[in-house]
């Protein structure tokens, strides 16, 4: 199935190849001079090759480009640090990079790195930390793919309204009619975190659910900092005064699995459970929702990502204008955003989606 997906890729490419040449130059992005989409030379440079989210990613584009000829790709760890990243970057360019992926480290230093290609005049693709709008604005050859974050808030906090009411009897363990919650941010500040934390609120609301957010913290996306802050928080509200947690992404949810696993809770008995929901859909939280210990998550779609981000390179080095049927992949493609959306995940596609998150480990 993946070979003929990627046979259907490779046609598209071809049909419109074929076509670009009757695009307007208002229409279409130069190519730079004796580099062609036959021979894309690309740095992918990462936020953190050891992040869990992002080494999956990385080893899904790994396999993907096996698959779709005329590019390579030069794998960077940009270490989770600004300065090793921007390095990364600097080293790249000199050594004639065509066009350059970047996840960065965060938001706050995307202009500079998008100020370095266009001083080399290398196209940049920015993908899961998305610029701030002026560095998109600044430059012609920038284009960002990635999901819309407050749609991933939204699918989260519905995960949690639906069980709760399916269950009210159950989850509502003190009787009072609302809802008690906890959510678990990533890093305080970035967009994602921000967007998908007020998706939560936005959803209750609109659902018409009471609810009553106990408290609500950093734990910077992080297994071990969310298990620590859960534990503090069971301390203090009891274990059964917390009816319900949302985490920005599937690591810290699983640290909050592994509170209540050690807690008695979460392993079998409904009366026994807290409901818990990430986003990313990780290979270990698809399995946690297979053994019944976390409540849901939401697919950060990798594999759609990845083929997007390299379908985006070669086109913008052929000097064609980026179209949903030149990505390749379900998107909405809006100026230079190619956005990818987001797959809630329960029991009708949970085996397909670990069957293929498993098929790139």
């Known amino acids: 199935m993946k070979k003929m997906f990627a046979l259907a890729l490779a046609l598209v490419m071809v049909f419109a190849l074929a076509a670009c040449n009757s695009k307007t130059p ?50 960077q760890d940009g270490e989770n640090d600004v300065s090793k990243f921007t390095n990364k970057l600097e080293v790249a360019l000199t050594k004639g990079a065509n066009i350059v992926a970047l996840c960065a480290p965060d938001r706050e230093c995307t202009a ?71 959510i678990l ?11 998908r934390t007020e998706a939560y609120e936005e959803t209750l609301q609109a659902a018409g659910i009471e609810y009553e957010i106990l408290a609500c913290d950093t734990a ?53 459970f807290m409901p818990i929901v990430g986003i990313d859909a990780t290979v270990e ?16 779609d990798r594999n759609s990502q990845s083929v997007a981000i390299i379908n985006v390179m070669k086109a913008v080095m052929a000097g064609q204008k980026i179209t949903e049927d030149v990505v390749g992949v379900d998107c909405t493609v809006d100026g230079k955003y190619v956005w990818v959306p987001y797959v809630i995940v329960d029991e009708s596609n949970l085996d397909a989606t670990l069957e293929l998150m498993l098929s790139f480990e």
């Not at 998109?136 to 999901?147: K, R, S």
């Not at 941010?185 to 967007?195: A, C, F, K, S, T």
């Not at 939280?285 to 950060?300: F, P, R, Y």
């Open 185 to 195: 941010q990533g890093e305080i500040g970035q967009q994602d975190v921000v967007l």
């Open 112 to 182: 500079e790195l998008m100020a370095k290609c266009d001083a080399d005049s290398v196209p940049a693709v920015f993908f899961n930390m998305e610029p701030m709008p002026e560095t998109m604005e600044a430059y012609d050859n920038i284009w960002y793919v990635g999901a819309q974050a407050k749609e991933s808030g939204t699918m989260c906090a519905q995960a949690l309204i639906n069980y709760w009411n399916a269950n009210t009897e159950i989850a509502d363990k003190n009787g009072d009619g609302k809802l008690q919650l906890v």
């Open 26 to 75: 208002s229409d279409s992005t130069t190519a730079p001079e004796n580099k062609t989409a036959d021979n894309v030379n690309a740095t992918v440079i990462w936020r953190a090759f050891d992040d869990q989210f992002q080494s999956g990613f990385r080893i899904i584009m790994e396999e993907e480009v096996k698959d779709i000829s005329g590019i390579t790709l030069d794998m």
């Open 285 to 300: 939280a698809l399995q946690a929702m297979k053994d019944g210990s976390l409540l849901g998550t939401v697919l950060n």
């Open 220 to 272: 910077n996306w992080d297994k071990a900092q969310a298990l620590d802050k859960m534990n503090a928080w069971i301390t203090a509200y009891g274990i059964d005064g917390i009816e319900g947690v949302l985490c920005n992404n599937d690591g810290m949810a699983m640290g909050a699995v592994q509170a209540a696993l050690n807690n008695g809770y979460n392993q079998g008995d409904p009366a026994k």
